[in-house]
């Protein structure tokens, strides 16, 4: 089955600067890779998503970047704020599968 | 509702107890899952249904673990006999699509399980 790998485990930024959170996945056949966002008590929240036909997608201060041949992928947070402090969750699903395996996440803190 | 609903949020159970873990998910989404989330962990899945078809059921840890969608909307966790390491987060999610990767679960607030 899938396997997903994600570092750091913890992350601390000063606010305004960037964060970087990689994960990798072991099934070449994974083409989904969701990532969420999961605040203290609080229900996970996709905050963007990238599929296999596509390297780079961005939204506003969020970017993910995909590697298929390194079978790695990277979110990317700029101008990071106090709300952005949350546990962030990277995922892979593979093509006709409906199981989203998980990283173990990776706690954010930013500074103020 | 707007969301995916889950009762209750709280349960305490002493061991050897059986419990009950509900899902409302969205109006008129097809696919339900639950994923178990321990401490400082990722959720990890256990179990998939389609409407009120239970496709997998891969990631249910032990026969103490049933999960039912009779109607194909509201849908029920029960665990038989608890054990300690049963204490997690139960976190269940709803899809609009028939696949995991064709688009955005949408979770529910969750479902903590504590057995003493």
């Known amino acids: 089955g899938e396997n997903v790998e994600q570092h750091p485990s913890t992350l601390s930024v000063q606010e305004g600067d960037s964060a970087v959170i990689k994960c990798t996945y072991s099934?070449?056949?994974?083409?989904?890779f969701p990532w969420y966002k999961q605040e203290l008590g609080k229900r996970p929240q996709l905050i963007i998503d990238i599929r296999s036909n596509v390297g780079e997608k961005k939204d506003q201060r969020i970017a993910v970047t995909l590697n298929k041949t390194a079978k790695h992928f990277s979110l990317h947070i700029t101008e990071t704020q106090p709300e952005d402090s949350a546990v962030y969750f990277c995922?892979?699903?593979?093509?006709?599968?409906?199981?989203?395996?998980f990283g173990k996440g990776t706690k954010l803190s930013v500074i103020p | 509702g707007a969301g995916v609903s889950q009762s209750p949020r709280y349960k305490v159970a002493k061991r050897g107890q059986d419990v009950a873990l509900r899902c409302d998910p969205i109006s008129g989404h097809v696919s339900l899952f639950w994923y178990q989330q321990a401490l400082g962990q990722g959720p990890e899945f256990l179990t998939y249904f389609q409407n009120e078809a239970q496709l997998d059921k891969s990631g249910l840890p032990s026969d103490r673990f049933f999960a039912e969608r009779p109607e194909g909307s509201v849908s029920t966790l029960k665990i038989q006999r608890t054990q300690q390491e049963d204490s997690a987060v139960y976190l269940c999610?709803?899809?609009?699509?028939?696949?995991?990767?064709?688009?955005?679960?949408?979770f529910g607030e969750g479902s903590r399980l504590t057995v003493l």
């Open positions: 995922a892979a699903v593979g093509a006709g599968s409906y199981q989203l395996t």
């Open positions: 099934d070449s056949a994974s083409n989904y």
């Open positions: 999610a709803s899809s609009l699509r028939t696949s995991g990767n064709g688009g955005e679960l949408f």
